[in-house]
């Protein structure tokens, strides 16, 4: 069996020393290599050829996104970012993500030895996934991190739907790993006075306000953390908070936000199988479900629940996706009535909505 070969780059002796132990301790990956800094990893890429990268974000000579960035348009290759767990490090992870980063693990400030220790079986299965990612070259500039407003609006004009919509229409969207970028494409291209959004994005606790902050500013939906109790209304896109779990609920005419400190389902928490399950029982044929991005099954049962329901649903094609387990799984459960990129699925509500004779379903 060939091994997954990662090269380690961070700054810290003690982080180098631990990572390295903790990835080869399994059968299936080796720690080839290990860099202090971006410019001693550049020369050990071209040296090792290593499979995945682990990258520190605040390192000596080259900050880690400028690295990022660079090896993004030069030699794409699988990386996972080893973040801190503070609202700069939630900041810097985000901009990662866009630059093409696989995904990340949260690096503790304080008792790193434990701290690592209890992350083990996380940061091998994120290496795992990476190993296995698609992904693509960038054309961003190294010096291009921060998304602004100003760099979509040429993405898709779409101005007002022209109509007012009922708050019974509600759009579903769960995804994994390469989600963050997969719904910004989709949000970004929807009009103000769209049909209520709910997302679930697998993501620890501390980085969904800074995620939910960042598509706030990009999209014309206000994007914000979605809060237990709180109405759910158009125009407005809802992200579940790490570390909890979010479904949908009815009371009379409409319908509300449910978060709670629910137990992990598929092991994720929170889980889109949560938030899809419950657009099958509340909403019916007034939803409309997404599943993008990711490895697993999260969410592949529950959408096929809510097609039975009446929902219509539409699946991330395999080309555009950085990993194609959870669309994978949705198709094999029958589960979609449409499979295709961001971008196109976006098109696609908006038309759907458009066409939509009495105005009350998708």
């Known amino acids: 069996m060939k091994k997954i070969r990662v090269l380690v780059v961070d700054d810290s002796a003690l982080v180098r020393s631990l990572l390295s132990e903790i990835i080869n301790r399994h059968s299936d990956m080796e720690c080839v290599g290990a860099a202090n800094d971006p410019l001693m990893a550049r020369e050990m890429i071209r040296e090792l050829n290593p499979d995945v990268l682990t990258l520190d974000i605040e390192m000596p ?11 993004m348009r030069l030699r794409p290759m699988p990386v996972v970012m080893i973040s801190t767990l503070t609202e700069r490090g939630a900041e810097a992870t985000m901009k990662a993500l866009e630059l093409g980063a696989v995904d990340f693990v949260s690096k503790p400030r304080i008792g790193v030895v434990d701290g690592l220790g209890e992350l083990s079986d996380q940061i091998v299965d994120k290496v795992r996934v990476a190993a296995k990612a698609n992904v693509k070259r960038t054309s961003a500039p190294a010096f291009a991190v921060a998304a602004s407003r100003d760099k979509v609006d040429s993405i898709a004009p779409v101005g007002s739907l022209g109509a007012r919509f009922s ?61 237990n109790g709180e109405r759910i209304l158009p125009g407005h ?14 009371s009379g005419a409409n319908y509300l936000a ?12 929170p889980s889109v199988e949560v938030l899809f399950k419950s657009a099958a029982k509340a909403v019916g044929r007034n939803a409309c479900g997404v599943l993008l991005t990711g ?11 809510m097609k039975d329901a009446g929902s219509y649903n539409y699946v991330q094609d395999e080309a555009s996706c950085i990993v194609f387990g959870m669309p994978r799984e949705a198709l094999l459960h029958g589960a979609a009535d449409e499979v295709l990129p961001p971008a196109e699925i976006a098109e696609a509500l908006i038309l759907r909505v458009k066409s939509s004779p009495d105005r009350y379903r998708i």
């Open 237 to 250: 896109a809802y992200i579940a908070p790490g570390g909890m779990q979010f479904r949908v609920d009815r």
């Open 295 to 305: 490895m697993g099954n999260d969410g592949a049962k529950a959408l096929r629940e």
């Open 61 to 71: 000579r080259m900050d880690g996104l400028d690295f990022l960035g660079r090896l």
């Open 258 to 269: 449910v978060v709670e400190d629910g137990a992990p389902v598929n092991r994720h928490k």
């Open 167 to 227: 708050t019974e229409k509600l759009i579903f969207i769960g995804a994994s790993t390469g989600g963050t970028e997969a719904i910004k494409e989709i949000l970004v291209r929807l009009p103000a006075d769209f049909p209520a959004v709910l997302v679930t994005q697998h993501m620890p606790p501390g980085f969904t306000k800074t995620f939910a902050s960042r598509l706030n500013g990009l999209s014309e939906l206000a994007v914000q953390e979605a809060v």
